[in-house]
Structure formats: structure tokens, C-alpha cells
């Protein structure tokens, strides 16, 4: 056949261009270009429906606001079993509002999809039957409705068939899951287009495909032959969203989920400082084990030192930064989806009472607000403290340029604006470009200067409305935090506030270095004590009742038990005592049972094994000040022997205990201190092991005493060697 006349190879090659660009263009006409995923509850509620309605609304009009030539649909993912989840919704009444908010929707500006990983019975069938698409994996199926058929009134179940046939899927599939008595047969008969499903009790004839004592369920394969459902299994959530066009970053957390799970919000209030560091660390650890939306950091806080807020800060970076880390596609179709530390964003919250310092954890968080009241100015702290202001200055511009709120030019002139009076700041335009913060004194060549956002002489002060616009680095919402919530869909009844609790603030108050050296000093003491006079049994109590409040208030605090510090304190007081009762003398076992018990308590007190250099540094470092713990230890059993006598308890209990191993009772106790001079030279025998102090007889007299340091065991004749009061020193003979 011969080439038409006038058609060139080159022509051909323009219209074969032509027809690939008409064709890009209508497939980019048809794209799905935004969407929506809504986990759906264990037990939905209808705020939570109007909620959803509430941003599809928004949804669908930002996409007509912003439509230009493309012609785009909102796409909303119902995944209705999150992480494989059974979905048995109980409130009929929600699942009713859901399915309703779903058919109503308009097909040419959204797409609803139902993806179902898991089980869905109840009357989660209702809502799951209004979606346009369902989509499944290989384990999603669907249940019955109910095990009783008389559950649901016949207007009830109607609603089911309705929303089924709205859709345009069989009736009598979804009457099947109400009724499972319901027999499914396909009419032969049935027109092109036409539902060829029949209920079996009803039409006599067709291929039966269910029969009554068929299993109460639709798997895929089943839900693929009757046609309700797309026809290749998604086995993950992020593979769905590739299906649609839809970004992978919808697999995360985002603002409709912060509306469906809520929100915890973390207090910082009052002054900032460093010991602030371990309560805010536990309260982010409590706030995402509860998997929510988003974590609000509410600061309504100022001042206090420098380190303690750069300290917040850093804290603040490392939580994010690690969440980020954790992020990585290591090629399982799951790597990337939000874990427990990754899900929620941390959003500072700037309330009315927040003020200088303040701004640096905020600037530390991905998200930043402020209440309609909130001022910032520096001007009172660098008053107080102007020593501070480089160091502030300083680390202000890191936290602007590190997480990214402003290029690095901005961030300088905006750290100097806002902590030296002396500079002027500006908002300037460089030749075409959008208009940014700069310092007079170092604009380039061709740039103009819009306004003067601070003149030189001045102290800055930043309301929340400019902290919005210009400077661009709190969020457009503001108002109070109340109304905050309300905008970003959350109800504010149902914001988790991680308060202090009563517990917590013993825990606190325990757990202060100074109150925690003064429980080992005293711990220790009374350890001592028990093991020099066994059978006091109070000093032993107290001892355990001191370094279980220890181990306790810095677990607390931690927000973990650390069995390992526990093990080794356990495991190095076990060698003390099989050292001191069943091994003479105090060697290696002794020694190494110490070491143990200092390593048990250093461990508790840092609050984690350390892994570097600089880690075992301040590992020593935290526990160097229990060094002033066993001195002042051995100096209140120093006093307490040197007094026991004069202690009614004690005494008491040392007149009236006796041991079976040296009880006699034609000897006699000696209690008068002024007799005690009269053994000064004598020989005796040792009747208990003296480690160093026990009990040894002189003639017909019982009489404590204490040796000169080494151990002393029974039977073994002694000789007095010093009487110092009440204190006789003895030494084998």
C-alpha cells in the first residue's frame, strides 16, 4: 500500500507526539492526586463520622479551589482493620452515619475505597458496603452480621439491602451476612448488567453458590465471583496506595488520624531547667506507647538557665531525629509505616504564660503554635543574665537552620534581632525573589527593603499573630489551645494530659540526688548495723525499705524497671553476707560483692548501661557523690556503737536475745560501763564470730565487744586491749 499524498515521516512522527500528549492528558485528568486514610476505631463513635465528613468537605473543595486545567478526585481510604485488626463495630447507629456519609458523596469528586486486611463482621458490613471499591488481601474476609437472626428489625436490615443496591452490589449478598439462612443462588437468566443474584428461598431454580450450611463468611475468592470486590489481592497499605497514585505518605499518621485517635499533651510548665530532662523523657515515652495522632507539648513555661532549656531542646531533637532513623525501607512491604515511636508528631503548643526560653524546646519540635496571647521578648532574662546572650544567640540559629524553619541567612539576622537590642532587622527582597529577614548592615547588591521589623535601640518583641506571618514559623492556627484542637479535628474531651500524679511527685521528690544520696547513706548504715549485730532486725527492715525506694523512684522516672541494675545489687549483697557469715575474714567475695552492689545502684541512678567512653565517664560521674553516701554511712555506725547502750530499743533487744550457740544461764550480762575499766588486760573467750564486734565471756560475765579488725571465731581466747567507755576492744591472744 502506498503512502498517502502529503503525509511525510515527519508528519506521521508530530501526530504520533500529538497523540501521546492528548493521551498523558487525559490520563493526568483522571489521576487521583489527593486522599484520605481513616483508620477506623475498635469502636466507632458518630463524632468521629462527622469528623471524617468534616475534612472530605474540606478535602473536595481544596481540590475545586485549586483544580485549574486537571480534573482530580479526592481519594479516601476506609482501611477498616488496622494492622490486621478485627473490625466489629457494635454502635449501629455510627456504622448507620458512616455508610450514609459514604453513598451520599458525589462519584466525580471522590472515590471511596473499603480495604479490608482482616475481619469485618457486625456492623461494620454496613459501612463497609457503601465504599464504591473494595479492596482485599488474602486474609480479609467478611463476617456475619449477627449469630442472631432476630437482632435486627425488619427496617434495620432493609438499610443493609439499601446500601448494598445504592452501590450497585447484590442485595441478597448482604442479606446473606444478616441472615445466614439466606440461600444464594445466580439466575441463568439474568439480562446484561442486571444483578444476577437471587435469594434461593425466594426463586426456585439458578446455580446454587451458598447454601445455608455454607460457612457465615466471604472470603476474596468468593467476594471475586460474586463481584464486589477488585480482583487482585493488596496484601499491604502502601501497595494500595500505589494502586491509587496516592503518596506513600499517607501510610503515616496525619491530620485525620490526630482527629480519630486524639492527642496527648505533655506539660513543661514553670521554669525551665536540666532536672526538667528525665520528666520529659518519660512523659514522651508514656505519650507514645498510647499510639497517639499527635503529642502537643504544651509550654507554658520561662526562663530558669540556659543549659537546662538547651538541654530540653537537644532532648527534643534526638526524640525526632530517632524517629526518623527508624524509618528506613529495608525492602519489607511493611518497612515504613509509623511504629509506636514514629507515629506522632510533637507539636509545641506556646501558651499565654510562655516566655524566652521557651522558644528554644519549641523551635526543637516539628510543629510549632501559639496562643493569640503570647508575647516573646528576651529583653528580661538577658537583662538578668547577659553573659547568656551569645550562648543563646548561638544556639537559637542552629535550632532555626538545623530543623529547617529558616534558611541560614534568615535564622542569623532573626537570632541576633531577637537578643541584641543594638542590631536592626528588616524584611528585605532580593531581585525576584520572596522577601526575607536580613540585617541592614549585610544586604547584597539589588536588594530592597520591604519593612523595618525592628529598629536598632529596641528589644524585639514577637506576638503570636507575627510569629505567624512574617517570621513564618509558628503555625496559621492560634486562638487558644482549646480552639487549636477544634481546627486540627480533635476533640478536646478526649486530649490525653499527662499530668503528675501524686506517686509521681514522691517519685520525683525520691528521686532527687540529694534525697536519693541521703536513702543510701542511711541504707547503707542500717545495712551495716544488722550485719555487726545480727537479730536487731529494725536496722535491716529500714535498709531494705531505703534502696527499694531508691530502685523505685529512678525506675519511675526512667519510665523502665532496669532488672540489671536490681540483679547486680541482689546478687553483690548475697556475696557480702555469704562473706561476712560463712567465709572468715573480708577477701575477693567481699570485695567483688561491693563493687556489684556500686554498680547495681550507678546503674539505677544513670539510667542506662553505658555504651561509650563519655557515657562511662558520666557513669562514674553520677556515681562519685555516693562516695560522701558510705562515709557519712560509717560515721552513723560508728556513733550508733559507740551508743548502743543508750538506745532503749537496742539495748533491750541485746539484754533479752539470746543465740543457742552460747546461751548459759548461770552467766550474767554486764551493763555497768563503770565495771567495764576492770577488763582492761583480762583474757576471755569469743562466744559469737566477732566481724569485728560479737559477744565474748570473762569468768561468769557476758560482755560485747568489738575486735581490733581482724575477724575473731568462736571458742577463741581473747584479750582486752582498750575500754573506751562502753567500747571494749579485743584482740586474739
Known amino acids: 500500500m502506498s503512502a498517502q499524498p502529503g503525509v511525510t515521516p515527519k508528519f506521521k512522527f508530530h501526530l504520533i507526539l500529538c497523540a501521546m500528549g492528548l493521551t498523558l492528558l487525559f490520563c493526568d485528568n483522571i489521576r487521583a492526586a489527593e486522599g484520605i486514610v481513616f483508620r477506623m476505631p475498635s469502636n466507632l463513635e458518630g463524632e468521629e463520622v462527622k469528623r471524617l465528613g468534616g475534612k472530605i468537605t474540606e478535602g473536595v473543595l481544596g481540590l475545586k479551589r485549586g483544580a485549574g486545567v486537571n480534573r482530580e478526585r479526592l481519594v479516601v481510604i476506609i482501611d477498616f482493620t488496622p494492622e490486621g485488626k478485627p473490625s466489629r463495630q457494635a454502635d449501629f447507629e455510627a456504622c448507620l452515619k458512616l455508610s450514609r456519609v459514604l453513598t451520599n458523596l458525589d462519584p466525580s469528586d471522590v472515590q471511596t475505597v473499603g480495604y479490608i486486611h482482616g475481619e469485618v463482621s457486625r456492623f461494620a458490613i454496613l459501612p463497609a458496603f457503601a465504599c464504591q471499591e473494595l479492596v482485599f488481601s488474602k486474609q480479609g474476609f467478611l463476617g456475619p452480621v449477627s449469630d442472631n437472626p432476630n437482632e435486627l428489625d425488619a427496617n434495620d436490615r432493609a438499610r443493609f439491602e439499601e446500601t448494598a443496591t445504592r452501590m450497585s452490589r447484590p442485595k441478597v449478598v448482604v442479606r446473606r451476612l444478616v441472615d445466614r439462612q439466606t440461600v444464594l443462588v445466580r439466575d441463568p437468566q439474568a439480562k446484561a448488567g442486571q444483578d444476577p443474584y437471587r435469594d434461593g428461598r425466594e426463586f426456585a431454580g439458578g446455580e446454587k453458590v451458598l447454601d445455608a450450611d455454607a460457612a457465615p463468611t466471604i472470603d476474596r475468592e468468593l467476594a471475586q465471583k460474586l463481584g464486589i470486590c477488585v480482583p487482585e489481592a493488596i496484601e499491604s497499605l502502601q501497595e494500595l496506595l500505589g ?92 518497612d515504613g509505616l509509623p511504629t509506636a515511636n514514629e507515629s506522632a508528631e510533637i507539636t509545641a503548643w506556646l501558651g499565654s504564660q510562655a516566655r524566652d526560653l521557651a522558644l528554644l524546646p519549641a ?74 529577614m ?17 529598629p536598632k535601640g529596641q528589644w524585639l518583641k514577637i506576638t503570636a499573630a507575627q510569629l505567624r506571618d512574617p517570621f513564618r514559623i509558628a503555625s496559621t492556627s492560634g486562638g487558644t489551645l482549646d480552639s487549636w484542637y477544634g481546627d486540627q479535628g480533635i476533640v478536646t474531651e478526649k486530649v490525653r494530659v499527662l499530668n503528675a500524679s501524686g506517686l509521681d511527685e514522691l517519685a520525683y521528690f525520691l528521686g532527687h540526688r540529694g534525697t536519693t544520696m541521703f536513702l543510701v547513706t542511711i541504707g547503707l548504715a542500717c545495712l551495716m548495723i544488722e550485719i555487726l549485730k545480727p537479730g536487731l532486725a529494725l536496722p535491716g527492715v529500714i535498709s531494705i525499705v531505703c534502696f527499694a525506694l531508691v530502685f523505685w523512684a529512678n525506675s519511675t522516672i526512667s519510665g523502665q524497671i532496669d532488672w540489671l541494675a536490681i540483679l547486680l545489687f541482689i546478687l553483690g549483697l548475697l556475696m557480702v553476707l555469704v562473706e561476712v557469715f560463712l567465709i572468715p575474714g573480708f ?91 576492770a577488763y582492761l588486760g583480762n583474757s576471755g573467750i569469743a562466744i559469737t564470730p566477732l566481724r569485728p564486734a560479737g559477744t565474748a565471756r570473762f569468768g561468769d560475765d557476758l560482755v560485747d565487744v568489738v575486735s581490733d579488725g581482724g575477724f575473731i571465731s568462736p571458742e577463741q581466747k581473747i584479750v582486752v586491749i582498750e575500754v573506751e567507755g562502753n567500747r571494749v576492744v579485743v584482740r586474739s591472744e
Open 438 to 454: 536580613a540585617s541592614p548592615d549585610r544586604l547584597e547588591n539589588g536588594w530592597k527593603i520591604d519593612r523595618v521589623l525592628k
Open 363 to 436: 523551635l526543637a519540635c516539628g510543629r510549632m503554635a501559639a496562643d493569640d496571647r503570647f508575647i516573646l521578648c528576651m529583653e528580661d532574662y538577658l537583662t538578668a543574665k547577659p553573659g547568656d546572650r551569645e550562648r543563646l544567640e548561638k544556639n537559637l540559629e542552629s535550632l532555626l537552620i538545623d530543623q529547617k524553619w529558616l534558611d541560614p541567612s534568615s535564622a542569623s539576622a532573626f537570632a541576633k534581632g531577637l537578643t541584641d537590642p543594638e542590631s536592626e532587622l528588616v524584611l528585605a527582597r532580593p531581585p525576584g525573589g520572596a522577601p526575607r
Open 587 to 677: 577477701g575477693v567475695v567481699g570485695i567483688s560483692g561491693l563493687v556489684l552492689m556500686a554498680g547495681g545502684l550507678g546503674l539505677v541512678v544513670y539510667g542506662h548501661w553505658p555504651q561509650s567512653g563519655e557515657e562511662w565517664l558520666g557513669f562514674g560521674q553520677a556515681l562519685a557523690p555516693f562516695g560522701l553516701s558510705v562515709l557519712g554511712a560509717v560515721g552513723i555506725v560508728t556513733l550508733f556503737m559507740r551508743n548502743i547502750r543508750h538506745i532503749p530499743w537496742a539495748r533491750n533487744l541485746l539484754m533479752d536475745g539470746k543465740d543457742d550457740n552460747f546461751s548459759d544461764p548461770g552467766a550474767t550480762g554486764v551493763i555497768d560501763p563503770e565495771k567495764y575499766l
Open 243 to 334: 494502586r491509587y497514585a496516592l503518596p506513600n505518605s499517607l501510610a503515616r499518621a496525619g491530620t485525620l488520624d490526630n482527629a480519630q485517635l486524639g492527642a496527648v499533651q505533655v506539660q513543661l510548665l514553670g521554669n525551665l531547667r536540666g532536672s526538667l530532662a528525665e520528666k520529659l523523657s518519660r512523659d514522651l515515652r508514656r505519650a507514645q506507647a498510647l499510639k497517639p495522632g499527635i503529642i502537643v507539648l504544651n509550654l507554658e513555661s520561662h526562663a530558669g538557665d540556659l543549659d537546662g532549656a538547651i538541654g530540653l531542646a537537644n532532648q527534643l531533637v534526638q526524640v525526632q531525629s530517632s524517629a526518623v532513623k527508624g524509618n528506613t525501607n529495608s525492602g519489607n512491604p511493611n
